[in-house]
């Protein structure tokens, strides 16, 4: 599946995670950061919308030992208390975070965008994504779509190359995972862009599988007569066909054969006061 592809694969550069109220899409950053770690020397997690301690619960000690946090998340809504990280979002800032390392070793998580369009201006966000994610080798992150509009939303997508919104979201039968459903677009570096609807499952200790929704064949229907089962017939019989082609309607003249020359009928009025020796006198020349 493309969403296999996605963990595993080399053409992955900027991925957005898009959940809403009915689907956490959290549970697929740590999916990928569980993939990551195998893959990428140095990850880097910038934490926005909960502590470090919540976001880190259920992952695993050596994964937790592979990745840097950076939390910029503040229970304060005022700007003076919120944290440096978060008021100081910028791709410097970002980059300083990560420290010496290469940043074409680096994939970096952030949780989540919505967050900064809070604080930012939302031109401010894009340049800064677009500019983060040319730098780095992957940039994944996640967005509240229901919390923006049509817009944002749309000016977001133009600077990803893979998006995943999630549709729908439900416990396993063994409650120890998720599953749910998504729609996939992702642009690979030919400049061809794949779209796919995909179900997932998410295992424990955060393994994601997922495969393609089976396509429903449409099965042609035969078309049932709705006369076929009246205790009284509808339709005609040769004979009644025949004497039907042959009745002559009220409003329908009968056809007259055609003459071989024009003919002009004039029938005068009672009022006409005909001169047959100048029919031009009422024209007063």
């Not at 995670?17 to 899409?25: F, K």
């Not at 470090?52 to 050596?62: D, I, K, P, S, V």
């Not at 990280?85 to 990560?98: N, P």
């Amino acid at each position: 599946s493309l969403l296999d592809s996605l963990l595993t694969g080399e053409d992955v550069r900027a991925v957005s995670v898009q959940d809403s109220t009915h689907s956490n899409g959290r549970l697929l950053l740590k999916c990928f950061l569980t993939h990551w770690v195998e893959r990428y020397p140095s990850i880097h997690v910038f934490l926005y919308d909960m502590e470090e301690h919540r976001w880190t619960n259920g992952l695993a000690q050596g994964i937790r030992e592979r990745m840097v946090l950076h939390c910029g998340y503040s229970q304060h809504w005022c700007g003076e208390k919120d944290s440096d990280l978060l008021k100081d979002f910028s791709v410097q800032k970002c980059v300083e975070a990560v420290g010496h390392a290469p940043l074409q070793e680096v994939a970096i998580i952030i949780d989540s965008v919505s967050t900064l369009l809070l604080h930012h201006t939302l031109s401010h966000v894009i340049r800064s994504l677009k500019l983060l994610g040319s730098k780095v080798a992957s940039l994944l992150y996640l967005v509240h779509s229901d919390l923006h509009d049509s817009h944002v939303m749309a000016e977001l997508n133009h600077v990803t190359f893979t998006r995943i919104l999630l549709k729908s979201q439900e416990p396993t039968d063994n409650c120890t995972g998720q599953r749910g459903s998504c729609s996939l677009v992702h642009c690979k570096k030919s400049g061809r862009v794949v779209k796919k609807d995909e179900v997932y499952e998410v295992s424990e200790g955060y393994q994601l599988s997922g495969r393609e929704v089976d396509m429903i064949p449409i099965v042609a229907t035969r078309r049932q007569d709705p006369a076929a089962n009246l205790t009284f017939s509808v339709s005609l019989t040769s004979k009644e066909k025949s004497d039907r082609a042959k009745t002559v309607l009220p409003y329908v003249r009968p056809q007259q054969p055609a003459s071989s020359g024009g003919q002009i009928h004039y029938q005068p009025d009672q009022s006409d006061d005909i001169d047959h020796s100048d029919p031009d006198d009422d024209l007063d020349i």
